[in-house]
């Protein structure tokens, strides 16, 4: 089954799993930082994948993606995707200390374990929602960071979606940390391998 | 000011005489260029797979290696190009996310894209002159018709031509 083919009433239901995983995400992100998060009303909607990154900014554009893979009932990719200077807002936020007496390199490397560990726990969050919504077992991976061009990121969720045809199936979901100096955005993005579309879907019974 | 010429994911594209053939923010994909020096044709494909037979269809032969090859060398072709003086160049194919233990194939499908592309660019015979792939960071691509350099842009790496 490719995406095309997927029905409106199963759109709704894709819809309604990404609006419960973001306000999980939420909550635990708030809970990880001590802000207020707000979260917007989540997209569902399929979409050519040679315009997944174009939803999300020019193909240049620095950001941060952090990417957890669930094997077993669900072979799924989550990604949470975060503007490059707002990952660093949001790491130094997290680390309770002055990192300016160490090395660059050194400081790199907490941030980065930060940031680890703030995907860790927003798309553990969006997990839990879905293993409560379809009673799977959904064991993750460790999260892998990376900082890069939108562009090059995005090829990872145009060639997954792009295996099985040129539809893609786009859950855009926001966040906003707010109560900082400059209030920080990300979305998660959930890549199935082909085929996991079906088997979530039939779980959700639509 | 030459023309400058966006070859969008899976897009291919052919130019004579001028031009800039461009494609930002590669990460897993391949910019691929074929040009023929002495009639100033040239060609770029922005390749995303490796095997369309894996694809339950093909709406852009530029999406998959085996099918962007040939069609991107008919385009060259009909533009007047000759197969004997033709060489490639190429770029891209990284693995962005790595995550330790775990071989999906989708991670690494980047490895698995720059192998297709030169398998089957050596089926047609095109030699390839200079290649910039693999690694886990972004590149952009700028091939100049003028001066046949491809230009790669990679992140907190600089730019080099090849």
């Known amino acids: 089954m490719g ?27 708030s809970q990880m930082t001590g802000r207020t998060v707000d979260i917007g009303v989540p997209e569902a909607k399929i979409i050519p994948i040679y315009e997944i990154s174009e939803h999300y900014g020019s193909p240049e554009d ?31 936020l997290l680390i309770p200390m002055d990192l300016s007496s160490m090395d660059e390199d050194m400081q790199a490397q907490m941030r980065e374990s930060a940031l680890g560990e703030v995907g860790n726990v927003v798309l553990g969050a969006f997990l839990n929602a879905i293993s409560m919504l379809t009673g799977y077992v959904l ?56 085929g996991a579309l079906e088997s979530l879907l039939q779980r959700l019974g639509v | 000011m030459a023309d400058t010429i966006h070859v969008g994911m899976a897009d291919l594209v052919a130019i004579k005489k001028t031009g800039i053939l461009v494609t930002l923010g590669l990460g897993s994909c391949i910019g691929l260029v074929l040009f023929d020096q ?66 999906s194939s989708f991670l690494a499908v980047g490895a698995r894209n720059a192998e297709a592309t030169k398998e089957w660019l050596k089926k047609f015979g095109i030699p390839v002159v200079a290649e910039d792939t693999g690694g886990n960071k972004g590149r952009s691509v700028e091939f100049n018709m003028l001066t046949l350099m491809l230009t790669v842009k990679t992140l907190g790496m600089g730019t080099k031509e090849i």
């Open chain 1, 139 to 194: 064991p993750a991976s460790v999260p892998s960071v990376a900082h890069d061009m939108l562009g090059a990121i995005m090829d990872v969720v145009a060639s997954i979606f792009g295996v099985l045809g040129d539809a893609a199936l786009l859950v855009k979901t926001s966040l906003r940390v707010k109560d900082m100096e400059h209030e920080v955005g990300g979305s998660v993005i959930m890549v199935p391998d082909p």
């Open chain 1, 62 to 92: 620095l950001v941060c993606a952090v990417l957890i893979r669930t094997e077993g009932d669900l072979p799924c990719n989550f990604i949470f995707l975060i503007r490059e200077e707002d990952s660093r807002s949001l790491a130094d």
């Open chain 2, 38 to 103: 002495e009639k100033k044709i040239a060609g770029m494909a922005h390749i995303m797979l490796p095997d369309s037979r894996e694809s339950a269809s093909v709406v852009k032969p530029g999406k998959f290696a085996d099918t962007a090859v040939p069609k991107l060398l008919d385009e060259m072709k009909a533009l007047g190009a000759g197969k004997a003086g033709l060489k490639a160049k190429l770029a891209g194919g990284a693995q962005m996310f790595n995550i330790p233990g775990k071989s």
């Open chain 1, 3 to 29: 995406w095309g083919e997927i029905t409106s009433l199963q759109l709704d239901a894709v819809r309604e799993v990404g609006n419960i995983g973001t306000g999980n995400a939420a909550t635990a992100l």
